[in-house]
């Protein structure tokens, strides 16, 4: 079946510009994840949805980060009023909240802040 | 707090057999599973570990000891296509799910 789809895969946005990016899980996924990969860095969490409870935010960097999930389903990542400093790989992964809770990625939005 | 440690970069031979070791200190401790992640693409599963023990998967295995905080994944009669990051992460269980704290890889090259 389909994965976890993203878009648009390759961002380039002037500092200070808002962007958007969307995150389509794998059909049935219950959970859903945003993280933010640096160059040669290892996955720094952001954000995490599950159905409609509360979602956990504490890894969002500042207040210029927010995502939303409508429908439980698509999630959007939004960046206000970028930075230089925001130019990473941003990965949505999703799951099915079994015992394993494995995640599966999908390809990544490169942002590109110039 | 939270740790994971794993070495930076790791070379092997085709054909050869690697270990690539991951540390880590946590709270909450509900698993540990290993990714691989070829250059500009998303990480993919591979194993997970939740009790003590090996864990064989074909070419690849992957062990845990809880006691120590000490996993490894090993790969035998590499190819060239193993050429890739491989990322150790820790499921630490918070709030009924599993948050997956990563390490920051190992780059493994294999060589002809």
């Known amino acids: 079946g389909a994965g976890v789809s993203q878009s648009p895969s390759n961002k380039v946005t002037e500092k200070g510009k808002d962007v958007e990016l969307r995150c389509d899980p794998i059909?049935?996924?219950?959970?859903l994840y945003w993280y933010r990969q640096s160059l040669g860095q290892g996955l720094e969490f952001l954000i995490y949805?599950?159905?409609?409870?509360?979602?956990?935010k504490s890894g969002l960097p500042s207040d210029r980060f927010s995502a939303e999930r409508t429908g439980g389903s698509v999630s959007t990542l939004t960046i206000q009023r970028t930075q230089q400093e925001d130019s990473a790989v941003y990965l949505c992964?999703?799951?099915?909240?079994?015992?394993?809770?494995?995640?599966?990625f999908g390809p990544g939005t490169r942002l590109t802040v110039l | 707090g939270q740790n994971i440690d794993q070495p930076t970069e790791m070379t092997a031979t085709e054909g050869a057999i690697v270990q690539i070791n991951c540390t880590y200190q946590?709270?909450?401790?509900?698993?540990l599973f290993w990714y691989q992640q070829h250059a500009g693409e998303a990480p993919t599963f591979l194993s997970y570990?939740?009790?003590?023990g090996l864990e064989e998967k074909g070419r690849f295995s992957s062990f845990l000891s809880r006691s120590k905080g000490y996993s490894y994944l090993l790969l035998k009669e590499l190819q060239m296509k193993d050429s890739a990051s491989y990322l150790c992460?820790?499921?630490?269980?918070?709030?009924?799910?599993?948050?997956?704290?990563f390490g920051a890889g190992t780059r493994l090259a294999v060589h002809p």
């Open positions: 949805f599950q159905g409609n409870s509360a979602p956990d």
């Open positions: 992460a820790v499921a630490h269980l918070l709030g009924g799910y599993n948050k997956l704290i």
């Open positions: 570990n939740v009790l003590d």
């Open positions: 992964a999703s799951s099915t909240l079994t015992a394993t809770d494995t995640q599966y």
């Open positions: 946590t709270s909450g401790f509900n698993g």
């Open positions: 059909s049935g996924h219950t959970a």
